[in-house]
Nanobody, 115 residues
């Protein structure tokens, strides 16, 4: 069974950095576009970035210049490097991916930006 697992969340001070990972496991034949989203309490889920199978990145304006998405196909892992974090970046971060022509969500990882 295909699974997506996020990791790397935690507590960080404003201005700090975190790197999130999204790793796919199971019987994988193909991973197409992978997405990162976040959801803060009381808010809708917000799209942040996506990366195509070929490695082309795209970003929401809210994170452009601060967040970088990348992928390691050998490890079936997509990363989200987050720099210059702000308190308003506090949320649960989710990855979503098209794997084997189906769409999967991870369980999310909490990111808290606070002094």
């Amino acid at each position: 069974q295909v699974q997506l697992v996020e990791s790397g969340g935690g507590l960080v001070q404003p201005g700090g950095s975190l790197r999130l990972s999204c790793t796919a496991s199971g019987p994988i034949f193909r991973i197409d576009t992978t997405y990162w989203y976040r959801q803060a309490p009381g808010n809708q889920r917000e799209w942040l970035a996506r990366i195509t199978a070929g490695g082309s990145p795209f970003y929401a304006d809210s994170v452009k210049g601060r967040f970088t998405i990348s992928r390691d196909n050998a490890k079936n892992t997509v990363y989200l490097q987050m720099n210059s974090l702000k308190p308003e970046d506090t949320a649960v971060y989710f990855c979503n991916a098209d794997i084997n022509w189906q769409n999967f969500w991870g369980q999310g990882t909490q990111v808290t930006v606070s002094s």
